[in-house]
């Protein structure tokens, strides 16, 4: 099969009045090769049409490729129960050379952003060795369109608080915010569409107006509109990671800025020019920062157990002691937890990574409870009347004060109730076994007074009791 450019060449020898055999003699070709060329007169390379095997089972084909969704495999099942015996490779090959179950290519396409004119944001999720431990990480970023600055960070989990927290840092870092933010259709920014008709989140709306920006979606499937951000997260995984060991999450994520900082400052080959020289004409084009920057916080309301913590996402906070069962509110901050009685703030912590069951008490509030818990029972007038009543009974007063400490209230009436309800004798003696087997349960030494005292349950009257008889003559 002779070239495009050897026809041509035959064609325009032939046509300066040369021979076919000066033709075939100057190319190196058969004669009948230009022969058949001068006859056709075409220039183009004739398609070399070879019969296929299938050819004559097309139609069938298509029609299984329909009735079996677009499974191959049970369309060569079909195909061989019919008598049509072909391999899975002859069947797909023949199907891509038909244009069967093929969907065409669609060239890609090239965008051009002016400075300030757009950023990117997405996220991907990462296996990353934090304290030694393999850990799933959310790494949010975002670039801007025009000079391919790009800021990074990770997190344990994403969603709209940190998305904000994040998107806050990246606008603050650049300076500015461009005018447009392209995501794709995440939950976390898109309530509900796609696309041109996806639906923002109101808190969200708003957090973009704070800056002066507009999220907008991409269309579904459309992923080279979002290339911007979408190319870099391979180069994340692959550079950032490798070779770096991180302590905790802080210190991956100063890593990551520090990393950041020199990725942009690196030539790029595609664009020939570095990210920061770039930035330089895209900054002032960028929509300008508020005069003050809010902190992002999330508002929860709690309300402070017996033991005096705030419990969020499994982590407990102190509060004064004095603000138990009441209901406060908590807004939980990046990098703080502040805790608030109405319009008073009443506590602040450093946040702790959400879900790790931790405790943080402040000193002041820790010294509140060594007081509390210090603070002896005041004496109460049924211990008084216990202790004189014999050294057995006060001997257990003590025993039971010191097993209960604040909480031997309850105990104590209760011995005096059984003091009041039962003979003297039997109860001290059963008190008396009862400790020298150093046993104080109130319940068990009640059981040995019964059985001493065989169904006598209560005490004597001192008076002498007035006969039947004596009231009637009365």
């Given at each position: 099969?002779?070239?495009?450019?050897?026809?041509?060449?035959?064609?325009?020898?032939?046509?300066?009045?040369?021979?076919?055999?000066?033709?075939?003699?100057?190319?190196?070709?058969?004669?009948?090769?230009?022969r058949?060329v001068?006859?056709?007169g075409?220039?183009?390379?004739?398609?070399?049409?070879?019969?296929?095997?299938?050819?004559?089972?097309?139609?069938?084909?298509?029609?299984?490729?329909?009735?079996?969704q677009?499974?191959?495999?049970?369309?060569?099942?079909?195909?061989?129960?019919?008598?049509?015996?072909?391999?899975y490779?002859?069947?797909?090959?023949?199907?891509?050379?038909?244009?069967?179950?093929?969907?065409?290519?669609?060239?890609?396409?090239?965008?051009?952003?002016?400075?300030?004119?757009?950023?990117?944001?997405?996220?991907?999720?990462?296996t990353?060795?934090?304290?030694?431990?393999?850990?799933?990480?959310?790494?949010?970023?975002?670039?801007?369109?025009?000079?391919?600055?790009?800021?990074?960070?990770?997190?344990?989990?994403?969603?709209?608080?940190?998305?904000?927290?994040?998107?806050?840092?990246?606008?603050?870092?650049?300076g500015?915010?461009?005018?447009h933010?392209?995501?794709?259709?995440?939950?976390?920014?898109?309530?509900?569409?796609?696309?041109?008709?996806?639906?923002?989140?109101?808190?969200?709306?708003?957090?973009?107006?704070?800056?002066?920006?507009?999220?907008?979606?991409?269309?579904?499937?459309?992923?080279?509109?979002?290339?911007?951000?979408?190319?870099?997260?391979?180069?994340?995984?692959?550079?950032?990671?490798?070779?770096?060991?991180?302590?905790?999450l802080?210190?991956l994520n100063?890593?990551?800025?520090?990393?950041?900082?020199?990725?942009?400052?690196?030539?790029?080959?595609?664009?020939?020019?570095?990210?920061?020289?770039?930035?330089?004409?895209?900054?002032p084009q960028?929509?300008?920062?508020?005069?003050?920057?809010?902190?992002?916080?999330?508002?929860v309301?709690?309300?402070?157990?017996?033991?005096?913590?705030?419990?969020?996402y499994?982590?407990?906070?102190?509060v004064?002691?004095?603000?138990?069962?009441?209901?406060?509110?908590?807004?939980?901050?990046?990098?703080r937890?502040?805790i608030?009685?109405g319009?008073?703030?009443?506590?602040?912590?450093?946040?702790?990574?959400?879900?790790?069951?931790?405790?943080?008490?402040?000193e002041?509030?820790?010294?509140?409870r060594?007081?509390?818990?210090?603070?002896?029972?005041p004496?109460?007038?049924?211990?008084?009347?216990l202790?004189?009543?014999?050294?057995?009974?006060?001997?257990?007063?003590?025993?039971?004060?010191k097993?209960?400490?604040?909480?031997?209230?309850q105990?104590?009436?209760?011995?005096h109730?059984?003091?009041?309800?039962?003979?003297?004798?039997?109860l001290?003696?059963?008190?008396?076994?009862?400790?020298?087997?150093?046993l104080?349960?109130?319940?068990?030494?009640?059981?040995?007074?019964?059985?001493t005292?065989?169904?006598?349950?209560?005490?004597?009257?001192?008076?002498?009791?007035?006969?039947?008889?004596?009231?009637?003559?009365?």
């Open positions: 099969m002779l070239d495009l450019e050897t026809r041509e060449a035959i064609l325009i020898l032939a046509g300066r009045g040369h021979g076919i055999r000066a033709i075939a003699r100057a190319l190196s070709i058969s004669r009948n090769a230009v058949t001068l006859r056709s075409a220039v183009e390379v004739p398609r070399l049409r070879r019969v296929e095997q299938a050819d004559p089972h097309v139609d069938q084909i298509r029609e299984l490729y329909a009735s079996c677009g499974n191959w495999v049970r369309v060569q099942e079909e195909l061989a129960a019919a008598g049509v015996a072909l391999s490779s002859t069947l797909t090959g023949f199907c891509r050379r038909h244009g069967i179950g093929v969907k065409p290519k669609a060239p890609a396409g090239r965008y051009h952003f002016d400075p300030g004119q757009e950023m990117q944001h997405d996220t991907s999720p990462h990353v060795k934090v304290g030694g431990k393999h850990r799933r990480l959310q790494c949010a970023s975002v670039v801007l369109c025009y000079s391919r600055m790009i800021y990074a960070q990770g997190y344990p989990t994403f969603n709209r608080f940190w998305c904000k927290v994040f998107l806050t840092e990246a606008v603050v870092t650049f500015g915010a461009a005018k933010c392209m995501v794709d259709n995440t939950s976390v920014v898109v309530v509900s569409g796609t696309g041109a008709d996806a639906m923002i989140a109101a808190e969200l709306v708003a957090f973009g107006e704070r800056f002066g920006f507009e999220f907008i979606a991409h269309e579904r499937g459309d992923a080279n509109r979002s290339a911007r951000v979408e190319r870099p997260f391979d180069y994340i995984e692959k550079n950032f990671y490798a070779g770096r060991t991180f302590a905790d802080n210190d100063a890593q990551f800025r520090d990393w950041c900082d020199r990725v942009n400052a690196r030539f790029k080959k595609h664009i020939r020019a570095k990210p920061n020289e770039l930035f330089a004409a895209e900054r960028l929509k300008p920062l508020p005069l003050h920057v809010p902190e992002v916080y999330e508002l309301h709690r309300i402070v157990d017996v033991e005096g913590y705030v419990t969020v499994r982590n407990r906070y102190s004064p002691v004095e603000l138990i069962s009441r209901r406060l509110e908590l807004r939980l901050c990046k990098d937890v502040r608030f009685s319009h008073q703030l009443v506590a602040e912590h450093e946040r702790v990574e959400d879900g790790k069951a931790l405790r943080r008490t402040l002041a509030h820790r010294a509140q060594r007081h509390h818990h210090s603070r002896p029972l004496e109460l007038p049924e211990e008084r009347a202790r004189g009543a014999s050294p057995e009974l006060s001997a257990l007063v003590d025993a039971l004060r097993h209960h400490r604040g909480r031997a209230v105990p104590l009436r209760r011995l109730r059984m003091y009041l309800d039962y003979p003297t004798g039997p001290v003696a059963a008190i008396k076994t009862a400790l020298d087997y150093g104080i349960d109130l319940g068990r030494i009640e059981k040995m007074v019964l059985k005292i065989a169904g006598d349950f209560f005490r004597l009257p001192t008076a002498p009791r007035c006969d039947e008889e004596d009231l009637d003559d009365g």
